[in-house]
C-alpha cells in the first residue's frame, strides 16, 4: 500500500504575534507597550511579515484561509491583531 495516489496536503497551524516593547529600567517593575505591529504565520508557509495591525487580514479571511488561529482565546468578530486591548 504506497502513497503514489494520495495527495499530501500541508497542516494549518496559525499563530497571530503581537509586537511588545519593554521599557528598561532600574527599577524591579517592567514596562512593557505594543508596537501596533502584528506578525500572523501558518505552518503552510503563509508569514505575512511584522506589519500594522490595521494591515492584517480580516479574522473571517484568515479563519477561512488557514483555520482558527492556535491557542485563539479571540471571540468571533474580534480583530485578530488588535493591539487596542479593547
Known amino acids: 500500500m504506497g502513497t503514489a ?3 499530501w496536503a500541508a497542516v494549518h497551524e496559525l499563530h ?10 532600574d527599577s524591579r517593575w517592567v514596562e512593557a507597550q505594543p508596537t501596533g505591529l502584528v506578525h500572523a504565520l501558518c505552518n503552510c508557509g503563509y508569514s505575512s511579515g511584522w ?12 479563519v477561512a484561509a488557514h483555520g482558527v488561529p492556535f491557542g485563539s482565546i479571540l471571540a ?3 480583530k485578530l491583531g488588535d493591539t487596542t486591548g479593547g
Do not use: F, W
Open 5 to 7: 495516489h494520495k495527495a
Open 51 to 62: 506589519i500594522p495591525d490595521e494591515e492584517l487580514p480580516s479574522r473571517s479571511e484568515l
Open 76 to 78: 468571533t468578530g474580534e
Open 16 to 25: 497571530v504575534y503581537k509586537q511588545v516593547e519593554q521599557l528598561v529600567a
